[in-house]
């Protein structure tokens, strides 16, 4: 997976902005508050369809414009291809995939990016959200058919959630919730039984990736939780067992307004020679497992995909320590894998590194060459 090409008109900071990618380190240099990430978010919108930063489209449009876009060229298996997004700020977004336009659904996959950020820090020591939308981006990244699961599944627990409250106001009757009681086991199934099938993988890859960073000092284990349900406990049938507990819980639901079990309510337990980071890992330890992870899923998404994708470093070199930027950017050119970095300062890369960059200040990037 590579990006050749990116323009941006009218979109952030940028009037007009066109970039060509080196096929290994793209490096932007600058201070705050520049336009260093807006190329990164730019690139991640374009697998996404959507920002990390915003959940607006029109705050990407440019102060004062009416309208703004993202044009990505991009090779999949040697293949190239085009992404562009229209913004607007009086009527929806267009996205054309080669020049059709395609709904936002048909996005996911065609272009593959990790996205390493700050904010990444805290996928151990934060909530299990957090960890759910890391395990569920990567898996859709790979498999369109779980994110398309996914959406049907968050729409059959929204309706069951509205049913529920219904019921408590007697709008409803209870016998109407063994219908969706059934819908959401059936999808609720689906998504665990993939979720347990690459946390598993997940657990291989970040534990070769820790014992690589912790000169096989440590070793890493990632286990998927699901809510009620110890393991000693679990069903052979996935979709019987989520059936029997939506049943069992539903006078509770009712009073509630909720559905308190499903994919919705699980998380992943991280661990380091069998102690829970969050709970007692170190700093060190928690930015070391986090580390581990990004890399793991660099590896899963090739191994399910046949190709590295993009990996985006937002500012994350000033959080690493010397040893640990040092380990990235080795495993980064080993791997040949193409990469996106901001950083404020030239310090936090060796001089091969640096040999050719880009200057980014005030909207204007400017290639620097330095041999």
């Given at each position: 997976m ?5 323009q941006?008109?009218d ?6 902005l ?12 600058g201070c705050?508050?520049q ?14 369809g959507?920002?990390f ?9 440019r ?19 085009h ?6 700020r009086?009527?929806r977004?267009?996205?054309s995939?080669n020049g059709k336009?395609?709904?936002a659904r048909?996005?996911v996959g ?5 996205l390493?950020?700050?904010?990444d820090?805290l996928?151990i020591?934060?909530?299990?959200a957090?960890?759910?939308k890391?395990?569920?981006?990567e898996i859709s ?7 398309r699961?996914?959406i049907t ?6 309706q ?7 019921i ?5 009757k209870?016998?109407m919730?063994?219908?969706?009681n059934?819908q ?11 979720r347990?099938e690459?946390v598993?993988?997940f657990s291989?890859l970040a534990?070769?990736m820790q014992?690589?960073i912790?000169g096989n000092e440590?070793?890493?284990s ?6 009620g349900?110890e393991?000693?406990e ?5 979709k019987?067992?989520?059936n029997?507990m939506?049943n069992r819980l ?14 919705h309510r ?6 380091v020679?069998d102690i829970n980071?969050?709970s ?7 930015r070391?497992g986090v580390?581990?992870?990004k890399?793991s899923e ?6 399910e995909?046949g190709?590295?994708?993009?990996l ?9 320590d010397?040893?640990r930027r040092?380990?990235?950017l080795?495993f980064?050119?080993?791997?040949g894998?193409?990469t996106?970095i901001t950083?404020?300062d030239e ?8 040999k050719?960059?880009?200057r980014?200040?005030?909207g204007?990037?400017v290639s620097?060459?330095?041999?």
């Amino acid at each position: 997976m590579r990006v050749n090409s990116l323009q941006l008109i009218d979109y952030r900071n940028y009037e007009k902005l066109e970039l060509s990618f080196q096929d290994n380190l793209n490096i932007f240099v600058g201070c705050n508050a520049q336009g260093k990430t807006n190329i990164l978010e730019a690139v991640y919108y374009a697998a996404y369809g959507s920002s990390f930063r915003s959940n607006a489209d029109s705050e990407l449009i440019r102060w004062h414009a009416h309208e703004g876009s993202i044009s990505l060229g991009f090779s999949r298996l040697d293949v190239e291809n085009h992404l562009d997004f229209a913004f607007y700020r009086d009527r929806r977004r267009t996205i054309s995939y080669n020049g059709k336009k395609i709904p936002a659904r048909e996005l996911v996959g065609a272009v593959n990016v990790v996205l390493f950020a700050p904010d990444d820090l805290l996928l151990i020591k934060g909530s299990p959200a957090g960890r759910r939308k890391f395990l569920d981006m990567e898996i859709s990244q790979a498999s369109p058919a779980y994110y398309r699961e996914l959406i049907t599944y968050n729409r059959l627990l929204q309706q069951r959630n509205s049913l529920l409250k219904e019921i408590r106001e007697r709008r409803a009757k209870k016998s109407m919730l063994e219908f969706w009681n059934h819908q959401l086991a059936e999808s609720a199934a689906k998504i665990t039984a993939k979720r347990l099938e690459a946390v598993k993988k997940f657990s291989m890859l970040a534990n070769l990736m820790q014992r690589r960073i912790s000169g096989n000092e440590e070793n890493l284990s990632i286990r998927y939780q699901i809510k009620g349900c110890e393991d000693r406990e679990m069903a052979e049938n996935l979709k019987i067992w989520y059936n029997d507990m939506l049943n069992r819980l539903n006078d509770e639901e009712i009073y509630r307004g909720i559905t308190s079990v499903g994919p919705h309510r699980d998380d992943i337990i991280i661990s380091v020679n069998d102690i829970n980071l969050r709970s007692f890992g170190s700093q060190g330890q928690q930015r070391t497992g986090v580390l581990s992870m990004k890399l793991s899923e660099l590896e899963f998404i090739r191994s399910e995909t046949g190709e590295y994708p993009v990996l985006l470093l937002d500012d994350v070199m000033s959080e690493l320590d010397a040893k640990r930027r040092q380990q990235l950017l080795e495993f980064i050119e080993r791997e040949g894998i193409q990469t996106l970095i901001t950083a404020t300062d030239e310090a936090y890369f060796d001089r091969g590194s640096l040999k050719e960059y880009f200057r980014v200040d005030s909207g204007t990037v400017v290639s620097v060459n330095k041999v």
